[in-house]
């Protein structure tokens, strides 16, 4: 009935929308019902204003005072949750799979959505009571990996032979940077394309970390030598993206596919015993109803698949009691999990009666030229990057806020076009006064507001596009 004003030429917060069909069941002009509305609406505390818009609206203006002691109350004694009505079942086991970022590359913008909207998840269940298993199920295998290792080696990095000491510690200050590894895997995947040897090696070294996990590594020197770069690139990229973490107050647990190596074999054969997949030109292959495609679980040379990870991850996830089964990736993955979990309800491990899975998809970010913003086509916007400047941009709202007085802070914001690459939606322009040096410092103020508003944008556009 009564909702957020949308348009900007309407000077108020709020619209009362249903006079129409008051009108309509009261056989009066709607113009009538809403000013009997308004002339019996008793003066409270939290009104400023209440007018009537032609045809049948009602304005609806808050009192600035009000807010201000709402927002005191919540900077002075926390946010005063509301007390939920006892559960209607029993709490169930539920698992968050988000963020999931892949080993070897920086974050970059497009990697926000996934933990902003997993972590709100994941708060929404711990609060009605549920169990909740946050995961991010980082991609720290396959032929990115191998590509970036057989790089680095070509190229002799130092931190090869520095970083990982020969007890099995790490030397923080060898370890490539976030945006080394970022740099590094660019120039792999550029030398991919004229360099084919170099893509057949990416290939040999992921079926080589692929058998390591299984507890095949062997004596061969090389592939030991494979090993420890893999240990150091995790390690480098642990570091960097726990750190971004910890900045977004985001709380998950890393738990990479390589975790789930030991079980696809199984998971392979199992799925060939059943008659669930089928050898396709030496390859297996499941074949699902109403896709073009097959999902192909094993390839020819028997190296194995994000998707059979995926059945590996889900089919493990259901056996240790898990209820509820969230994935939050973009809307490109949608046919992928379509198909990884109909080949588990096929194969009998998927009960949609006791278990539930459900995708939350969200649009991708893109880049200048219309494409899914993506670390292998170059050097895209740093996730740092965008939160630094959220933090810069909010530091110098909160300083124009203090210098002027409300009307000439709006007056100076609308003067000001807005950039489309500006996705806090405040201006860029230095504020015209700078503090005091006897004004409080405004870092986490500062930090705070810059910080929820991304989180507040990703989450309000969270089914759109955009650049």
Known sequence: CVARTTNP????????????????????????????????????????????SPPGFIN?????????????????????????????????????????PNMSKELHVGHLRSIVLGESLSRIQHYVGNEVERVSHVGDFGTP????????????????????????????????????????????????????????????????????????????????????AWLIICEASRRGFNKIFETLDVHVQERGESTYAPLLPNVVAELHAKGVSTLSEGAHCV????????????????????????????RSRIEQ??????????????????MVIQTAQQAGWLDPAHVRVDHVMFGVVKGSDGKKLSSRDGSPATLN?????????????????????RSEVIEEASSVPSSSSDIVGVSTRAPSRLLDSNEADTDQPATSLGLSALKYYDLAQRSNDYI
């Open 9 to 52: 030429k309407i000077n108020a917060d709020y619209q009362f929308t249903q006079c129409f069909q008051l009108a309509r069941s009261m056989n009066m002009p709607p113009g009538t019902v809403a000013q009997t509305l308004i002339d019996h609406l008793p003066s409270n505390k939290i009104i400023q204003q209440v007018s009537f």
């Open 60 to 100: 609806i203006s808050v009192r600035n005072d009000y807010l201000e002691d709402v927002v005191a109350s919540l900077s002075s004694d926390g946010l005063p949750y509301p007390s939920l009505p006892s559960p209607p079942r029993p709490p169930i086991k539920v698992l968050v799979d988000y963020a999931s």
């Open 287 to 314: 074949f699902l109803q109403g896709f073009p495609t097959p999902l192909i679980i094993q390839k020819k040379d028997g190296s194995h698949l994000y998707a059979t990870t995926d059945l590996a991850a889900l």
């Open 145 to 228: 990996m191998g590509l970036v290792i057989a790089h680095a080696m070509d190229n002799n990095a130092p931190w090869l032979s520095s970083a990982l000491a020969s007890d099995g510690t790490y030397v923080p200050e060898h370890l490539p940077s976030p945006t080394e590894l970022g740099a590094l895997y660019a120039a792999a995947k550029a030398r991919s394309k004229t360099d084919k040897l170099l893509d057949q090696r990416a290939i040999d070294f992921a079926a080589i970390l692929q058998r390591a996990k299984r507890g095949e590594l062997g004596d061969d020197p090389s592939h030991h030598a494979i090993y420890r």
């Open 385 to 405: 990057d965008l939160l630094t400047n959220a933090v810069r941009e909010a530091r110098k709202a909160t300083m124009v806020s203090k210098s002027l007085t």
């Open 321 to 338: 009691g898990h209820k509820w089964i969230i994935y939050v990736t973009d809307d490109t993955q949608k046919q992928h999990f379509q």
